[in-house]
T-cell receptor
Framework: AQKITQTQPGMFVQEKEAVTLDCTYD???????LFWYKQPSSGEMIFLIYQGSYDEQNATEGRYSLNFQKARKSANLVISASQLGDSAMYFC??????????WGAGTKLIIKP | GAVVSQHPSRVICKSGTSVKIECRSLDFQATTMFWYRQFPKQSLMLMATSNEGSKATYEQGVEKDKFLINHASLTLSTLTVTSAHPEDSSFYICSADRAIIRNYGYTFGSGTRLTVV
């Protein structure tokens, strides 16, 4: 069965520090995709970054990077130089075999000034 | 970029009435639309997958007669909550599959907060 695990229910980080949000996954598929989304209190889902299972390099998008360790089945999100506006829920997700997204439980990130 | 417009953003309705939520893709064709429900402080729960021109596929435990999904065109999918009850109060959000896009991202609507009184 395919599964996404986020073990950090909540995190407090000082502004301007880097933060790593953990995500591990389980799948028997050879081809899969991993996503990170941000959900602020307004409720919208904001796409942050994508990593394909065959991508040899870690994905990066501005201050976001994905630390992809295929053998360990982990896809941690790294946010560099955190900002107050980064406070939100963060979800890790995996594209399943029928193109549905399988979601982790989420991590609530709070950036302290 | 691609946008999915979801309306209404908030709705309060009386118990026993029906509520329709619309998701419209503004600048692309959404052949597949996913409908989610989200309880406070929880993750998204997939309710159903709809493909244009065919019947929606509902997840186990989701009442298809209560949550009617219509995907009549490539730009519009609707979710109707029929005979709503307070336990149907939740955050509902749609997502269109944009697999052809480079980043393989899904585009989400802004969500609908439904309160049944």
């Amino acid at each position: 069965a395919q599964k996404i695990t986020q073990t950090q229910p909540g995190m407090f980080v000082q502004e301007k520090e880097a933060v790593t949000l953990d995500c591990t996954y389980d799948t028997s598929d050879q081809s899969y995709g991993l996503f990170w989304y941000k959900q602020p209190s307004s409720g919208e889902m904001i796409f942050l970054i994508y990593q394909g299972s065959y991508d040899e390099q870690n994905a990066t998008e501005g201050r976001y990077s994905l630390n992809f360790q295929k053998a360990r089945k982990s896809a941690n999100l790294v946010i560099s130089a955190s900002q107050l506006g980064d406070s939100a829920m963060y979800f890790c997700a995996m594209r399943g075999s029928n193109y549905q997204l399988i979601w982790g439980a989420g991590t609530k990130l709070i950036i302290k000034p | 970029g691609a946008v999915v417009s979801q309306h209404p953003s908030r709705v309060i309705c009386k118990s026993g009435t029906s509520v329709k939520i619309e998701c419209r893709s503004l600048d692309f064709q959404a052949t597949t639309m996913f409908w989610y429900r989200q309880f406070p402080k929880q993750s998204l729960m997939l309710m159903a997958t709809s493909n244009e021109g065919s019947k929606a596929t509902y997840e186990q435990g989701v009442e298809k007669d209560k949550f009617l999904i219509n995907h009549a065109s490539l730009t519009l999918s609707t979710l109707t909550v029929t005979s709503a009850h307070p336990e149907d109060s939740s955050f509902y959000i749609c997502s269109a599959d944009r697999a052809i896009i480079r980043n393989y991202g899904y585009t989400f609507g802004s969500g609908t907060r439904l309160t049944v009184v």
